[in-house]
């Protein structure tokens, strides 16, 4: 696929530091305002952010099929509104615009001074309205994994696994933008198994290394979206940490599966990567035994390969790393998700949201939740600052960072991180 703003020689007049999660080729959406002003769409360039309602109301955009009101909003949605196409053309303008060749809007020194925000002097927002939020348990390593811990290797997966991407439906309310605290979750728990339950703050709360993607507005309730259509259907992708207090969960899971052990909240990284900007960095997925249902077969490479990685910040400290793990080793990949999701009529709606579940490789260093790194609480990671860690404690912060590289362009996603209160 050809897409222009994806160019590997592009290069911007605004300055991008080696290494920089955002350069020309990577343009991702957010929602940030400064001080004394109203939230609004920006895009990150950089150390920068490139204000599409200042750049808009100069008349740079007229020729895209937006209006003011799509980039003077406090979510992504009315924008979003517009379609996949239509914002395939904002992108690509707005990659022409910040082109060094391009001399529209770098010959004009004031509006430049009106367009551009350093990233450090705005705050970002919570970038979309989430009206349904579905995660799914799609990494075969995680699934292998935790069946081995709470049944045995022979039954790890269960008979349905490799047939659907199995999911539950989340709690939107409580997804929350980065660096935005959580507090302790309570709730019923049953550490002895020979006594009644208890009630309390979690004693085992943990996080999960997902990655999830927002969707566009789809078809009429009643219609399924195919595994070829999925592509225009998703908008871009985020990181996510769904947090998890696994001793609540595990006394309340059955028969229904996750309650509050998963709805307290969920932090996401507030850039939007668009599809587009990673379709350089598809790669192919796992070879899908036993064969799949039609509805669920795909063609091409719809796996992509994201690296990520997982630190822990004691309060005063400097982090430990304690995961590095990628998004290729995802079982179901996004057009099956979605495909899956919908193929009994189920709607879906812009912005909407579906994360990965938690993503593991094969290897140890590769896991990404605490409930695999620690095994169940038997062993322990050390921290930088000679603590040690079986799951996450109250101050702690979790910082959690991804990006796509490939031909010396680096698509990356800026971090997700939250700290940790305790219960109140």
């Not at 999925?230 to 996510?240: H, P, Q, R, S």
């Not at 990520?308 to 790393?321: C, D, K, S």
Request: proline residues 7%; hydrophobic residues 35%; contains cysteine.
């Amino acid at each position: 696929m050809n897409i222009k703003a994806n160019n590997p020689e592009l290069k911007s007049w605004v300055e991008v530091a080696e290494g920089s999660d955002f350069p020309m080729q990577n343009l991702p959406f957010g929602v940030f305002s400064v001080e004394g002003d109203t939230p609004r769409v920006g895009v990150a360039i950089g150390e920068y952010i490139l204000d599409l309602k200042n750049l808009f109301e100069l008349g740079y955009l007229e020729d895209t099929p937006f209006e003011l009101a799509d980039f003077d909003a406090a979510v992504l949605n009315p924008m979003m509104l517009k379609g996949k196409l239509s914002m395939r053309k904002l992108r690509d303008r707005i990659s022409e615009l910040l082109s060094v060749e391009n001399e529209e809007l770098q010959k004009n020194k004031e509006e430049v001074k009106q367009v551009l925000v350093r990233q450090d002097d705005a705050k970002m927002h919570l970038p979309l309205y989430i009206g349904d939020y579905t995660d799914f348990y799609s990494s075969e390593q995680h699934a292998y994994n935790v069946g081995c811990l709470f049944r045995d290797p022979n039954n790890a997966l269960l008979p349905n696994w490799k047939h659907i991407p199995v999911g539950y439906h989340g709690r939107s309310s409580s997804i929350i933008i980065s660096g935005e605290p959580i507090y302790r979750p309570k709730g019923q728990k049953r550490p002895n198994p020979e006594q009644p339950p208890v009630f309390g703050p979690t004693n085992l709360l943990d996080f999960e290394l997902e990655m999830a993607f927002v969707t566009f507005q789809g078809k009429p309730l009643g219609n399924s979206i195919t595994t070829e259509e999925a592509d225009d259907y998703i908008f871009g992708m985020c990181l996510f940490n769904d947090w998890s207090a696994r001793d609540i969960q595990g006394w309340e899971y059955v028969p229904l599966g996750p309650f509050l052990g998963k709805n307290f909240a969920s932090s996401m990284s507030p850039w939007i990567v668009t599809l587009d900007a990673l379709e350089p960095f598809r790669v192919p997925g796992p070879v899908q035994e036993p064969k799949v249902l039609p509805y669920l077969e795909y063609e091409g490479d719809k796996h992509i390969q994201i690296n990520l990685e997982v630190a822990i910040q004691p309060e005063g400290t400097e982090e430990t790393v304690v995961s590095n793990s990628n998004y290729q080793y995802m079982y179901w990949n996004m057009n099956q998700q979605l495909a899956h999701h919908t193929v009994n009529g189920c709607n879906i709606n812009c912005g909407d949201m579906m994360a990965s579940g938690t993503i593991s490789g094969p290897e140890e260093h590769e896991y990404g939740s605490m409930l695999e790194i620690s095994w169940k609480g038997t062993k322990s990671v050390k921290m930088k600052d000679g603590t040690e860690r079986k799951f996450i404690l109250d101050n702690d912060t979790v910082i959690m960072r991804g990006y796509a590289e490939k031909n010396g362009v680096r698509i990356g996603f800026g971090e997700v991180a939250s700290k940790v209160l305790p219960a109140k």
